[in-house]
């Protein structure tokens, strides 16, 4: 897809909206929405003589999204002023963290085409949002419910080699900031959302390229499809004799490119000096050992598991762990039917599709996992086949009904009686005298053609098994 002599070098800077009910230095509410300019006060807009108070909460929700990826946590930390001028942070800087983050040296681990790789954290700060600008046909307005918003700024090494790469570690952050109960990471609301500095380089440089930065990206296929842009223009630009120079892009997914908006700031541009309202954060290892305990099991760990206790392969259990409601459903599922591999199976095949055709979220599911149990037993017991079980599934999914209540309902019970379905399989050999002649002509799959007459017959009904069985012998005595 790329020039075969370059290589593309990427680093993904990832801010996520803490789950906080307040902001980070006052009292305003986080709720996303609200008309504009209602949720905030002089102090997270910054009016003279105020002074902000970091709300402690970040703090424990940065050092858990530290530890869930393997950072280490500084004992000492400060906020710094970060200035610059934007319309939508009337203060003129944002408080953020330079020198001493909270958090450093972390790392994630991601797997692409069957190959796994690990990908490194430089650092996880703390810092304040900025407001939102509404641009009109006659002018812009600015709406500062944001301003305030707490954030982490997960910033990773330029470990990342394609545009798959950098998608895998974004998808995997997300799964890992869910499991550690830090944000909802809606996209679509800008909890979740990235920055891509991307170079390019002959392949066996050791110098990276200059890289350009792309601005809020707040969907994986949008940064895979801006990635993938921003990697062949560089390589256009150098090959035909051109410089890259270093500056912010923004990506237009309209347009299907991505467009330069100014010269990229280093990080002195910026002024940085500590914030005189704020002091140091000073954080016990007491207290920082007590969050540790607190985490759950990361979906790594869990995978593991799967693979080890249930006998899943290393796909299933990759595609189960990444949400933790969905693990968290199977292992119910699975603790009560007793059967993972089914259960698995179910929650990958049904329950995906419905959810994707009906656009909700991955824990929205209309029932519990012991009724999904509940219908794993009636399969494993064969009260019903596989076939009627998806009809059941389906009533479930409408109505939350117990699967041995539809069952009942609809008498869908799976006939298993031999006397009736040999009766029923006479019928069949007595009306489909070419299927019958084939398989005694030696054609061994002409015996399917009687099957799908039987569990027509039956509307699904007929235990498979028993069916083929009897057809079978009922056959070969006419040999």
């Known amino acids: 897809m790329f020039h075969p002599d370059y290589e593309i070098v990427i680093g993904l800077e990832v801010h996520s909206e803490l789950k906080t009910e307040s902001k980070i230095f006052c009292g305003c509410t986080t709720e996303f929405g609200g008309d504009p300019n209602t949720h905030c006060c002089p102090i997270c807009t910054g009016m003279p003589g105020v002074l902000p108070v970091l709300n402690e909460k970040v703090v424990d929700y940065a050092i858990r999204a530290g530890l869930a990826t393997d950072c280490k946590i500084a004992e000492f930390s400060k906020q710094d002023r970060k ?3 934007y319309p939508d942070l009337p203060k003129a800087y944002q408080i953020s963290q330079y020198d001493l983050p909270l958090c450093y040296e972390g790392k994630v681990e991601v797997e692409v085409d069957g190959e796994k ?5 430089t650092r996880i700060h703390i ?3 900025a407001g939102k600008l509404n641009h009109e046909r006659n002018g812009s307005l600015v709406d500062y419910n944001r301003c305030g ?3 982490i700024e997960i910033v990773s090494e330029p470990d990342m080699r394609s545009p798959q790469e950098a998608r895998a570690f974004l998808e995997k952050l997300r799964s890992i900031l869910l499991y550690a109960d830090v944000s909802d990471c809606k996209m679509n609301e800008g909890s979740l959302r990235c920055d891509i500095n991307l170079s390019v380089r002959k392949k066996g440089a050791t110098e990276f390229g200059t890289r350009t930065e792309m601005k809020n990206l707040n969907s994986f296929n949008f940064a ?4 993938e842009y921003e990697a062949k223009r560089q390589i256009k630009v150098i ?5 890259i120079v270093q500056e912010t892009r923004r990506w237009d997914e309209a347009a299907g490119k991505s467009i330069s908006m100014r010269s990229k700031e280093d990080a002195h541009d910026y002024r940085y000096f500590p914030d005189p309202d704020l002091m140091p954060i000073v954080i016990p290892r007491e207290r920082v050992e007590e969050i540790r305990k607190s985490l759950p099991e990361m979906p790594d760990s869990r995978r593991i598991r799967y693979e080890k206790d249930f006998g899943l392969s290393s796909t299933d259990a990759n595609i189960l762990v ?4 969905i693990a968290d459903f199977f292992e119910t599922a699975t603790e009560h039917s007793g059967n993972p591999k089914l259960a698995a199976n179910w929650i990958m095949t049904e329950i995906f599709r419905l959810l994707t055709e009906e656009e909700k979220e991955e824990g929205k599911i209309p029932f519990g996992p012991e009724l999904l149990a509940d219908l794993i037993k009636l399969i494993d017991e064969g009260t019903i086949s596989s076939s009627i079980a998806k009809k059941v599934f389906e009533e479930m999914w409408n109505t939350g009904k117990e699967p041995a209540v539809i069952v009942e309902e609809k008498g869908l019970k799976q006939i298993s009686d031999d006397s009736t379905l040999v009766t029923m399989a006479k019928e069949v050999i007595a009306e489909n005298e ?6 005694l002509a030696g054609k061994d799959k002409a015996v399917g053609a009687l099957v799908g007459q039987m569990m027509r017959r039956t509307k699904g009904q007929a235990n498979p098994g028993k069916v083929n069985e009897i057809l079978r012998n009922l056959l070969n005595e006419m040999k």
């Not at 895979?224 to 990635?227: I, P, Y």
């Not at 090959?239 to 410089?243: I, L, P, Q, R």
Request: charged share 35%; aromatic share 10%; hydrophobic share 35%.
């Open 83 to 85: 200035n610059y001028f």
């Open 117 to 121: 790789k690990v990908i490194g954290l």
């Open 127 to 129: 810092e304040e949002d």
């Open 149 to 151: 918003v707490p954030l």
């Open 224 to 227: 895979v499809k801006a990635m």
């Open 239 to 243: 090959e035909e004799g051109g410089v």
């Open 322 to 325: 990444a949400s933790r409601k």
């Open 434 to 439: 070419k299927s019958v002649q084939d398989y």
